[in-house]
């Protein structure tokens, strides 16, 4: 069974940092491509950031663009996001999601539970 | 890049049909086979629902359909039930990468 499982969220100042994790069992990691999803509270959906299965090929949205940065560790089956320079608008749950296998592959197939960033002083 | 157009809200009877539409451009919706859509049930993650414009997931009921006419793409719920009320989110490939909709609160009446 797919399982990703976040954690790292909390309540942090406006201008800190969060290191965000996932943990992914139940697949070939290394063979994945991963994404960050995040949701502000009451609100839509808000893709963040991918990465591809080795980790060479990284794109993030604007919103976040030079705050946050994408990584992985295949050995560790993992996938991070850290975040810096954080604002109020960065307050979410955010999601790590699997990218889809069949067909053309521009969808999320798995998602995890969600981890709560909250900033705010 | 903005968000997709979706109604704020459907509704529907036990065991009717209903549709939720998803509005982009040619940039998004109309220049890719690359929607998807996504359940949410409050609390919960988002499950895939429909993948590149109208395949279904393993496992994901067959009332479940998509479809795509230029720059709108729309989810079709047939024989609605009450396990269906939930809010819906479809998503599109753009050259920004991905680009969600506004989001559909489905009630089942």
């Known amino acids: 069974e797919v399982q990703l499982v976040e954690s790292g969220g909390g309540l942090v100042q406006p201008g800190g940092s969060l290191r965000l994790s996932c943990a992914a069992s139940?697949?070939?990691?290394?063979?994945?491509?991963m994404n960050w999803v995040r949701q502000a509270p009451g609100k839509g959906l808000e893709w963040v950031s991918y990465?591809?299965?080795?980790?060479?090929?990284?794109y993030y949205a604007d919103s976040v663009k030079g705050r946050f940065t994408i990584s992985r560790d295949n050995a560790k089956n993992s996938l991070y996001l850290q975040m810096n320079s954080l604002r109020a608008e960065d307050t979410a749950v955010y999601y790590c999601?699997?990218?889809?296998?069949?067909?053309?592959?521009?969808?999320?197939?798995?998602w995890g539970q969600g981890t709560l960033v909250t900033v705010s002083s | 890049q903005s968000a997709l157009t979706q109604p704020a809200s459907v509704s529907g009877s036990p065991g009717q049909s209903i549709t939720i539409s998803c509005t982009g451009t040619s940039s998004d919706v109309g220049g890719y086979n690359y929607v998807s859509w996504y359940q949410q049930h409050p609390g919960k993650a988002p499950k895939l629902m429909i993948y590149?414009?109208?395949n279904r997931p393993s496992g994901v009921s067959n009332r479940f359909s998509g479809s795509k006419s230029g720059n709108t793409a729309s989810l079709t719920i047939s024989g609605l039930q009450a396990e269906d009320e939930a809010d819906y989110y479809c998503s599109s490939y753009t050259s920004s990468f991905y680009v969600f909709g506004t989001g559909t609160k489905v009630t089942v009446l």
């Open positions: 999601a699997r990218t889809g296998d069949s067909g053309t592959g521009y969808y999320f197939d798995y």
């Open positions: 139940g697949f070939t990691f290394s063979s994945y491509e």
């Open positions: 590149d414009v109208s």
């Open positions: 990465i591809s299965s080795s980790g060479s090929t990284i």
